[in-house]
């Protein structure tokens, strides 16, 4: 029964934590935010070492199982409070001066957070419905999709750099690097899946171009903007994912610019 109660009173000590900042200021503290990582760290832990705890978020307090030892239920959801935990970080970004040294402390914080989202991603990969398995992976293709991965680079590009020691002789193709066909997976596994949020969709195809088009993969890249037709109903998402947007097809010019393809950088 402690873990049970320890799980009851994480969750509650989170959601508290969460709906304090959002009363109180533009975003929370720095040592808040590291409090409330630790603590849902803290909670995922509890739940993969004892799976009969299930934290359901469809339930309500009055429904909670606390008697039967088989099959404990709290109410809650360990992706909502890791989904706050982001937006929170981002805010954290969005009000720190870019210039200043406290901008690059908080930027190291996204290592613990990743790390956090992929132990979380494994837990609802497990225990998670479809819709929730869509959400976990977007909030991580959200934390990697504009991040160069220079393993995909080819020998000889490597060689131009001149930093080939650092990288085994046997080169894989720029295709071939496992954060390219993890991050493929996730977008395809979301493009497959019957999702009730659309955004969820668009943003995922969103970085999946922007992913490619940074990695020259410029073929790869305009078919998928083409074949979604994103351009054609793009006014209507929400702000962010119109900014998303922008960017991409930035990308995506920059791309065919790099590859000498002129006449499809100025389509783009």
């Not at 709906?19 to 503290?29: E, F, G, L, R, T």
């Not at 870019?98 to 402390?105: K, R």
């Not at 020998?155 to 750099?161: F, L, M, Q, S, T």
């Not at 940074?214 to 074949?227: F, Q, S, T, V, Y």
Request: overall charge negative.
């Amino acid at each position: 029964a402690s873990m049970k109660l320890e799980t009851k009173l994480l969750t509650s000590v989170i959601t508290s934590m969460f709906d304090y900042s959002v009363k109180m200021q533009a975003s929370m503290k720095l040592e808040t935010w590291q409090k409330s990582l630790a603590l849902i760290q803290r909670l995922i832990a509890l739940l993969n070492e004892h799976p009969e705890v299930k934290v359901l978020e469809f339930i309500t307090d009055e429904e909670e199982n606390v008697e039967d030892p088989d099959g404990y239920q709290v109410h809650g959801s360990v992706l909502m409070l890791l989904e706050k935990l982001d937006d929170e970080y981002r805010k954290i970004l969005l009000n720190t001066d870019p210039h200043s040294t406290e901008y690059v402390d908080r930027l190291v914080q996204e290592n613990n957070l990743v790390a956090l989202i992929e132990v979380v991603k494994s837990y609802v990969e497990k225990c998670g419905d479809p819709e929730e398995i869509c959400r976990i992976y977007l909030r991580t293709i959200e934390h990697a999709y504009y991040k160069f991965d220079r393993a995909s680079l080819t020998k000889e590009e490597r060689d131009e750099e001149g930093n080939d020691s650092s990288f085994s002789a046997a080169a894989a193709s720029p295709k071939e690097s496992v954060k390219y066909l993890n991050l493929t997976s996730m977008c395809k596994h979301i493009y497959s899946t019957d999702c009730r949020d659309e955004r969820i969709r668009t943003r995922a195809l969103l970085c999946h171009v922007y992913f490619c088009a940074i990695h020259g993969h410029w073929h790869e890249a305009r078919d998928l903007m083409l074949m979604s037709h994103l351009q054609d109903f793009i006014q209507e998402a929400d702000v962010s994912t119109q900014i998303l947007y922008n960017r991409t097809t930035v990308q995506l010019g920059l791309c065919a610019f790099r590859r000498g393809l002129i006449r499809e950088d100025r389509k783009s």
